[in-house]
């Protein structure tokens, strides 16, 4: 249940079932705050794709501080989406996908427009944290760090397809999160310096 309130810093916001998904005293404060505590050069991308929107107040920030982004955000809870669109009215300017599975995350059309430019991958954790299965699968689906999200970032990009060895890797990462050395290791001595080139590209997203 949403249950609206006001901030001790005057600012209107809402409690999911009486629990607090962004400050009770300043959640522009607070929000400005989980921007500033990302150390990535948000100027070499196009896009961001938050995970957790909650009450809305980080993807805020982060648009109004970097207005060239284009900011996905991936939420779980569908409760989540009026009130937080309703807080903010015109100033939340994101594209919100509501994908309460991972299936239903993995047949989201917008994702070949995701994945066809760089963009980096912003976890906001009280909005995680209720759900953490889900966001922790999607956010190694796009950050490629797993064998599986490997597969799953080479199958949505057509010009890497065949250009894997995915069984130089199983065994080697023994369920770790991948390394830049182990994507070098799986690419096809076959492919030519194009390709290769979508292989630097995708080793951009493991951070």
Excluded at 24 to 42: H, L, T
Excluded at 56 to 64: A, D, I, M, R, W
Excluded at 70 to 82: A, D, P, Y
Excluded at 155 to 162: A, D, I, P, S, T
């Amino acid at each position: 249940m949403i249950e609206y309130r006001i901030s001790r810093e005057g600012q209107r916001y809402f409690v999911w079932n009486g629990r607090h998904i962004c400050s009770s005293r300043d959640p522009i404060k607070e929000a400005q705050a989980w921007v500033d505590g990302f150390d990535y050069n948000f100027d070499s991308v196009s896009q961001a794709v938050v995970l957790g929107l909650g009450a809305g107040f980080h993807v805020v920030e982060l648009q109004n501080r970097f207005p060239h982004l284009t900011v996905h955000v991936i939420e779980c809870q569908s409760e989540f989406i009026c009130p937080a669109l309703n807080l903010h009215d015109q100033a939340f300017r994101a594209e919100v996908l509501l994908t309460e599975t991972v299936s239903i995350f993995k047949a989201q059309s917008r994702l070949k427009s995701i994945l066809s430019a760089p963009y980096l991958v912003l976890r906001y954790a009280p909005v995680c944290n209720l759900n953490r299965e889900t966001f922790g699968e999607i956010g190694n689906l796009l950050t490629g760090r797993t064998i599986e999200a490997l597969k799953f970032q080479v199958q949505k990009r057509q010009g890497l397809l065949g250009k894997f060895q995915f069984e130089s890797l199983v065994g080697d990462a023994n369920g770790s999160l991948l390394s830049i050395k182990d994507l070098d290791r799986a690419m096809s001595p076959q492919s030519n310096h194009q390709e290769f080139h979508l292989v630097r590209a995708l080793r951009e997203l493991v951070v």
